[in-house]
């Protein structure tokens, strides 16, 4: 074979090598983080996680206590490992993302969502053209509260007035109908516990009274 193509292959396999090594790692710490920080902060009585494509992200289900039932989501990493599709994966704006549903057996006040406005066409919410709805600017990023009670906007907005790392919120609901809270966040460097901490202090306030 003619040298002249035999060395690139060879440093192209060498590169691709390389990343996979190194992107694998890093998206393994990422999921290191991200696991025990949900763990130190909602303390699960029994846990469950399921791999997703090796080095992708994972699934996971809590058993939590009182005031919450359970606990299940997801947390998946762009291809780090992979030469070929990491240049796009960035190119196009994807990043790591964090969802989680938070059950409870309480009643709750009303549906309510803060959404990044950029997201808003593919949150796929139910009636959203009949829930009533408000722009907030945060540190540059415009946000969109959505609500079918008034009584739960004043909470909505503290919710979000105090929440520490806005920039990496995408959606936050509360959902009365089926008792449950839902986060989806797209952190930095697997940083989750500032506005998970948050999102646990704040959820108890949706409970009806």
Known sequence: MNTAYLIPLLLLGIAG???????TKKNRWLGHR??????NILK????????????????????????????????????????LYVPFTYLVGNRDRFFMNLFTDKKLIGE?????????NHAKIDGQWSMSKEEVVRDGKTFVFLWRQESILPVLK???ETMPEPESLTHFCCF???????LYLKPKKGEIEKNLKHFLLVCPEYFKQ
């Open 17 to 23: 090598s390389a990343q996979y090594f190194l992107g």
């Open 34 to 39: 991200m696991s025990q920080e949900a763990e």
């Open 44 to 83: 699960p009585k029994d846990t469950e996680y399921i791999n997703i494509g090796g080095a992708i992200g994972y699934h996971f289900k809590y058993k939590l206590r009182d005031p919450w039932t359970n606990a299940k989501g997801s947390y998946t990493f762009i291809p780090r490992h992979s030469l």
């Open 112 to 120: 309510g969502h803060i959404i990044e406005k950029g997201h808003l």
């Open 158 to 160: 503290r919710s979000f």
């Open 176 to 182: 009365d109908d089926n008792k449950t809270f839902f």
